[in-house]
Structures are given as structure tokens and as C-alpha cells.
């Protein structure tokens, strides 16, 4: 049976922060459930040919814990070993060193970690806090009431990855449907997918557990995420935004989710009164394809009254 694999996450160069001490403590606390636990820390792996980040990040990937040490500042590599590890969804146990300030990049990678952390003041504290939080985490697992969940790892590696090759990507569902079916993820940072609309550089954001899929598609195919729930037009003011609710399965004409109005005053702004008009559903196609829309309010539902459906004139 292999070893429970520990990865130590900490800055290693003595001229940024010297963590050194803290780093052979951590292996320490980790080689004191040996052989249940084997610590991986960088220097202590043997000789690679792999790139210095793959090497990194494989560690990651191939870990079954992982150690953040946090003192003053923060570097690419810790970065990129975090992201890795919440994309992967592996159990973290994060310590935080007592420093008199602490860059804010630093700061907010500590914060988004999302698990309570706990600091110490030298090396010997560290090796002791990180021995007594390892076995309790080790005796849950052998009870069988850890959490270790994936949780969404794989498909936010994954969009993760579109941002790096600034790839485009489709969404689904999107109410109405939009011919521009075309974005640019611009980051995932702790736990939301922040997407920029290629036709207009909107910026908008979904939570990153509300992507219930990712399709990569083929060499010649733009990969797109399904969300659970759904993209929204807003009519006034002209932008798109997430919504939680999913399309409903009888939907045929796929205008979303309706509410009920009083025919002589729907509510509508103002500025667009006038260029508002209702229609019969069964002629709700026709009048799209003659520059109408139809039209969404600020919770994402179309306005309908007596049967009839709010359409809105598109400037032209």
C-alpha cells in the first residue's frame, strides 16, 4: 500500500523569505507518521528533466495532502501549487507564520483558502501544530468521516487551462439564445469563473460550482461549459448575468422564465416605453426576425399579460 502522500507548499528561496526551518519541521511532523505518511517536499525529490513548474504541479497532483506555510509574501510557484491543489480538490491544512505585516497577495491567498488555519511563531511550534492537525486528519480518514471529495477539480483545471491558452469557449444555456455565443475566461480565483463576451468585452461572473460540465470537443471544435443554471440578458441596462435557476425542460421556445404584469403598466423604464409593444406568443418569432425582443426585466423574467408577451424595438 502506497504511503499517504503530504506535499509542503512553501517559499524556498532564503533571499524572498527564509522558510527553511519551517519547511524541515513540516517534513518532521510528516515523517513522525511514517510509513502511514510520506512527506513530498521539493528538496528532498531526486534529480527531474521535467520543467521546474510541471515538477511542481505534478507533486501536487500526485499528493494526497497539502501543506500551505504562508509567512510574509508570495510567490508564482507557491501560487500555482494552491491553485493546483484547490483545483484537485485535495485537503489542505494551511499555517500561517505570526509576521508584523504581510503583502496583501499574501494576505488574500491565505483568506481564499476556505479552511480554518492556524499560525505559529517558529519552527518547533509549526512542528507540533502540524503534527496534532495531521493525525486528527488521519484518524477521520480511518473512521471514514473525512471529506475528501474532487469537488469540481478536474473542470476547473480545465478552465483554468482555457484562461492560460486564451482559448474561447461556448456557455449553455443562454436565455435568450445569442448567436455571439463566444467568451474568454479571464481567471478563476477562489471558486468564481470571471468570463469576458468576446462581441462586447462584458465582463460577468459564474460561480465555479455551477459549472455542471466541461466539453472540450475536437482539434477543430470550441469547448464549451454547461452550466446549472443559466446565463440571463437583462434588457435595461444591456448586459448578461448569471442566474441560478436552469431553463425549464417544457420551455419549446425557449424565452425562459415569465412573470405577470398589468397590461397599462408593465414596468418597464421609461427611456424604453415607447418602443414597447405586447405580442401573441405564436407571433413572438415573427416579430424577432423584424428587430423586435423580447423583453427581460432585473430579475431575468419576461413580462407577460392576458397571454400576451412584452416585445421591445431594437435601436437601429
Known amino acids: 500500500m502506497e504511503p499517504y502522500r503530504v506535499f509542503i507548499s512553501s517559499i524556498m528561496n532564503r533571499a524572498t523569505e527564509d522558510l527553511l526551518a519551517e519547511r524541515e519541521a513540516a517534513r518532521s511532523a510528516v515523517d513522525h507518521f511514517g510509513p502511514i505518511t510520506t512527506p513530498w517536499a521539493f ?9 521546474l513548474l510541471d515538477f511542481y504541479i505534478n507533486g501536487v497532483k500526485s499528493s494526497d495532502l497539502f501543506v500551505l506555510l504562508i509567512g510574509t509574501r508570495l510567490t508564482p510557484p507557491v501560487k500555482a501549487e494552491f491553485d493546483t491543489a484547490c483545483d484537485h480538490g485535495k485537503p489542505m491544512l494551511v499555517f500561517a507564520k505570526v509576521v508584523t505585516s504581510r503583502e496583501p497577495e499574501a494576505d488574500q491567498l491565505l483568506h481564499s483558502a476556505n479552511v480554518k488555519y492556524d499560525t505559529f511563531v517558529n519552527a518547533a511550534e509549526l512542528r507540533e501544530k502540524l503534527q496534532r492537525s495531521l493525525g486528527v486528519h488521519l484518524l ?17 483545471a480545465q478552465i483554468r487551462g482555457y484562461a492560460r491558452s486564451y482559448t474561447p469557449v461556448r456557455i449553455l444555456p443562454m436565455i435568450p439564445e445569442c448567436p455571439y455565443n ?10 468564481v469563473v470571471t468570463l469576458e463576451k468576446d462581441s462586447n468585452q462584458q465582463t460577468l461572473t459564474v460561480p465555479a460550482q455551477r459549472v455542471e460540465d466541461v466539453l472540450a470537443g475536437g482539434s477543430e471544435e470550441t469547448p464549451m461549459l454547461l452550466l446549472n443554471g443559466r446565463l440571463q440578458w437583462i434588457t435595461v441596462p444591456g448586459i448578461w448575468r448569471f442566474f441560478p435557476e436552469k431553463p425549464l425542460p417544457g420551455d419549446a421556445a425557449r424565452l425562459g422564465f415569465a412573470k405577470e404584469r398589468a397590461r397599462n403598466d408593465p414596468g418597464v423604464p421609461p427611456q424604453i416605453a415607447a418602443r414597447c409593444g405586447w405580442s401573441l406568443p405564436v407571433h413572438v418569432h415573427s416579430h424577432l426576425a423584424e428587430g423586435r425582443a423580447v423583453f427581460y426585466d432585473e430579475d431575468g423574467n419576461y413580462i407577460t399579460s392576458a397571454g400576451q408577451i412584452l416585445l421591445v424595438r431594437l435601436d437601429t
Open 182 to 191: 463566444s467568451f474568454h475566461v479571464r481567471s478563476v480565483e477562489s471558486g
Open 140 to 156: 477521520t480518514l480511518i473512521r471514514g468521516d473525512g471529506d475528501r471529495s474532487a469537488g469540481p477539480g478536474e473542470r476547473a
Open 43 to 51: 528538496e528532498a525529490e531526486p534529480a527531474s528533466p521535467k520543467p
